[in-house]
């Protein structure tokens, strides 16, 4: 799947979705930072990121942070809201080349913010090999287990 800036192109993307110039609270209500741009997917034309930048000042650039699209609430007028405090959003990973992060980039930057990639939801439309996984069927009750279980005959006394 293709990345590509939301204000690079002419991007047809739904007007809920266009937040840029909105701005990240965190979960103390605290302004974390300005949503400057969104990569979007090519294909789906859903915003995978949003691109914020932390420090900088005049011609000095930031640090710029990609937050997982799965990440962010509404939280009223011109604002996202983000489940954690900015000092966490800080210590982000960030891709070496922030407007084309690699899979194990984006791997990494998906684990920091504890939420699934959104690969995986795209998957999900498709097989994901779930079925393939056994999961043990829960017991009901005491006696399921003891049934099953044989005592061990001492051989001595089988002997005598």
Request: aromatic residues 6%.
């Amino acid at each position: 799947m293709a990345l590509t800036l939301a204000s690079s192109i002419n991007m047809d993307i739904h007007p809920m979705d266009n937040v840029v110039g909105y701005y990240i609270y965190d979960i103390m209500d605290a302004d974390v930072a300005e949503i400057r741009d969104l990569l979007v997917d090519l294909e789906t034309r859903k915003p995978r990121y949003a691109i914020i930048e932390i420090g900088g000042m005049l011609s000095i650039r930031g640090k710029m942070i990609l937050i997982p699209w799965g990440c962010l609430q509404r939280g009223g007028m011109s604002r996202m809201d983000i489940n954690m405090p900015s000092e966490q959003v800080q210590m982000a990973p960030l891709p070496l080349i922030p407007m084309e992060p690699t899979r194990v980039e984006e791997e990494s930057i998906h684990s920091f913010f504890n939420i699934d990639p959104y690969w995986f939801e795209d998957e999900s439309l498709g097989s994901t090999g779930a079925e393939d996984v056994h999961v043990p069927k829960p017991l009901e009750s005491l006696d399921e287990i003891t049934d099953n279980l044989e005592l061990e005959k001492d051989e001595q006394d089988n002997e005598g």
